[in-house]
């Protein structure tokens, strides 16, 4: 069969199935090709140590019991990463919603390359690529279609997908189109080039460190194994656990949001406010996502703090601007 009729097949196929024919994919999107190959090869190695290291984790909690060396050390690796994928990874470098100098810039970034997401690099276009088709034709990660705009029909499929599920398809964000400042960036290319050294100190370096120090070998390898591959596996799964849960299920404050998103109290507390997900695709600048008091956003208190402590600067409030431009209106009418 040629290349041409097998795609003629496959639209054929296609069409069949949903009644209509694949829709053109918007800018951005690189479809196949060696660049794809590496970044599904990249996918399988991570998942590969992810899942491997996490079943071996709970092995070790069964059968060997876990002290407080492990549970420390699980407490801390899983706030420093939600954090730096939080405050560094999301709100500073795909949405610019503070500054800093490049001392505090320097560790922020290197708190958002231990969470073990892929790089910052390929971290921030994928996100941008999100915002700008959020829902329709071209979103890498939506629970309702997929990255080349197919509707699911299954539930469990449309969940796999939008978690993790799009990691490892036929499409690549292009980076030149999405993510040009982040290639100029010195910092961001440095930390995107070495990433790998940082999973390793996240998985293993760091957990081998704590583990000797205060429990010696046994509490070394309880601490790989649980505080490093099941901690970061499990907060990798945290944060793309927004992609479809935040899309999905939760209370919708700004109805006008073009998209499906949504506020989700729960993923808001284990991602330490990423889950105010709709307050977030409607003013998606904002450092600060809450919007009331039951809406607990750490992640936007801390960057707060950073400004009055004088060590960010610049920090975007979109919502507010808004809502006092909407007051002025009314004043005036
Ligand atoms: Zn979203
Ligand atoms: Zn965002």
Request: charged share 15%; hydrophobic share 45%; proline share 3%.
């Amino acid at each position: 069969m040629s290349v041409a009729s097998y795609d003629d097949h496959a639209a054929l196929i296609n069409e069949n199935l949903h009644n209509q024919p694949l829709p053109p994919l918007p800018r951005g999107i690189i479809v196949g090709g060696p660049k794809v190959r590496a970044k599904q090869r990249e996918s399988m190695l991570l998942f590969f140590i992810f899942m491997s290291g996490s079943i071996a984790g709970v092995y070790w909690a069964v059968t060997q019991g876990l002290s407080w060396v492990e549970w420390s050390m699980f407490a801390l690796g899983y706030t420093v990463t939600t954090l730096g994928l939080g405050i560094t990874v999301h709100r500073m470098l795909v949405h610019r919603s503070f500054k800093c100098g490049p001392v505090v810039k320097f560790v922020l970034c290197a708190m958002g390359q231990l969470t073990c997401q892929g790089s910052l690099l390929k971290w921030v276009g994928n996100h941008r690529r999100h915002h700008l088709y959020t829902d329709d034709v071209g979103d890498c990660h939506s629970p309702h279609i997929d990255s080349h705009g197919r509707p699911f029909t299954n539930k469990l499929r449309a969940w796999m997908y939008a978690n993790n599920g799009w990691l490892f398809d036929d499409t690549l964000t292009d980076n030149d189109v999405f993510a040009k400042d982040m290639l100029d960036d010195k910092m961001v290319m440095f930390f995107t080039r070495t990433r790998w050294f940082w999973y390793f100190l996240s998985m293993v370096g760091f957990p081998a460190i704590w583990g000797y120090a205060f429990g010696g070998w046994h509490a070394m390898v309880g601490c790989i194994l649980f505080a490093g591959f099941l901690r970061t596996y499990l907060s990798v799964m945290a944060t793309a656990t927004v992609n479809s849960v935040c899309h999905k299920i939760g209370y919708r404050r700004f109805d006008d949001a073009q998209d499906q998103s949504t506020n989700n109290l729960i993923m808001t507390a284990l991602t330490f406010g990423e889950g105010l997900h709709n307050n977030h695709h409607r003013f998606p600048r904002d450092a600060y996502l809450s919007h009331a008091w039951y809406e607990f956003d750490l992640n936007g208190l801390i960057i707060m703090g950073l400004e009055k402590l004088g060590l960010v600067y610049d920090v975007v409030h979109a919502s507010k601007v808004h809502k006092a431009a909407q007051e002025q209106t009314k004043l005036a009418a």
